[in-house]
C-alpha cells in the first residue's frame, strides 16, 4: 500500500508556473504507476498526467500537452508535475493517484490509491 500528500497548489497569476508535489509512504515506491488529476465543482475527475514506474512511460491528457510536465523521484518517494502557462480552465483541486503495475492509466477507476487533493486557482 502507498499513502499519498498532495502540496505545493495555490493562487497563480495566468500565464504563471506552479509545481505540485506528491509525497508517499509506502514501500516500494518504486513499483507504482503515478498519476495526477484533477477536479472542478460539478464536473468529473480528469487525468492530467502520468508516469510509468521507473519514470517510463509518460502520458498527458490533452488540454495539458505541451504545458505540463510530469516527473517522479522514487529516492525521494515524491512525484511532481510542473505546470507552465497556466489558464483560468486550469483552476481545479488537483489530486496525485497511484496505481500497482506499469500501466499509466487515464481512467481515475483505474487507480487504487490517492491523496486528498491540493486546490490550484489561476486567476486572469
Known amino acids: 500500500q502507498v499513502q499519498l500528500v498532495e502540496s505545493g497548489g495555490g493562487l497563480v497569476q495566468a500565464g504563471g508556473p506552479l509545481r505540485l508535489t506528491c509525497t508517499a509512504s509506502?514501500?516500494?515506491?518504486?513499483?507504482?504507476?503515478m498519476g495526477w488529476f484533477r477536479q472542478a465543482p460539478g464536473e468529473e475527475r480528469d487525468f492530467v498526467a502520468g508516469?510509468?514506474?521507473?519514470?517510463?512511460?509518460?502520458n498527458y491528457g490533452y488540454p495539458e500537452k505541451g504545458r505540463f510536465t510530469i516527473s517522479r523521484d522514487d529516492a525521494k518517494s515524491a512525484v511532481y508535475l510542473q505546470m507552465n502557462s497556466l489558464k483560468p480552465e486550469d483552476t481545479a483541486n488537483y489530486y496525485c493517484?497511484?496505481?500497482?503495475?506499469?500501466?499509466?492509466?487515464?481512467?481515475?477507476?483505474?487507480?487504487?490509491?490517492w491523496g486528498q487533493g491540493t486546490q490550484v486557482t489561476v486567476s486572469s
Open positions: 509506502g514501500r516500494p515506491f518504486s513499483s507504482y504507476a
Open positions: 493517484a497511484a496505481v500497482r503495475g506499469l500501466a499509466v492509466g487515464t481512467s481515475a477507476a483505474e487507480y487504487d490509491f
Open positions: 508516469i510509468g514506474r521507473g519514470g517510463y512511460g509518460s
